[in-house]
Nanobody, 125 residues
Framework: QVQLVESGGGLVQAGGSLRLSCAAS????????MGWFRQAPGKEREFVAT????????YYADSVKGRFTISRDNAKSTLYLQMNSLKPEDTAVYYC??????????????????WGQGTQVTVSS
């Protein structure tokens, strides 16, 4: 069992930056690929980024490539998402998830076993 808690969301102006964190409980964090997804109002949850269990092979959605960076610290059981050059279209609730599947399979929403409760990111124009 893995419990995930996101933090770091907030309101930021376009062009600004935020760093999201996802703290995991349990001793098995390092066994899972991890991912970030987001859901805007009226839209389905969409893939943002994923990283394999050892911290390698980061994989990004085209919409965030070059602006977002996913990373993890297995010693701290924490996943991160550094978001730079934010745009109004990045506004959404951001969720972290844990997957038994390796990258790039872990870009699929259905491949996730555990989800956090989400953190709101709002980018004003």
């Amino acid at each position: 069992q893995v419990q995930l808690v996101e933090s770091g969301g907030g309101l930021v102006q376009a062009g600004g930056s935020l760093r999201l964190s996802c703290a995991a409980s349990g001793r098995t964090f390092s066994r899972y690929s991890m991912g970030w997804f987001r859901q805007a109002p009226g839209k389905e949850r969409e893939f943002v980024a994923t990283i394999n269990s050892g911290g390698g092979s980061p994989y990004y959605a085209d919409s965030v490539k070059g602006r977002f960076t996913i990373s993890r610290d297995n010693a701290k059981s924490t996943l991160y998402l550094q978001m730079n050059s934010l745009k109004p279209e990045d506004t959404a609730v951001y969720y972290c998830g844990a997957s038994r599947f390796p990258v790039p399979m872990s870009f699929e929403r259905g491949k996730y076993d555990y989800w956090g409760q989400g953190t709101q990111v709002t980018v004003s124009s």
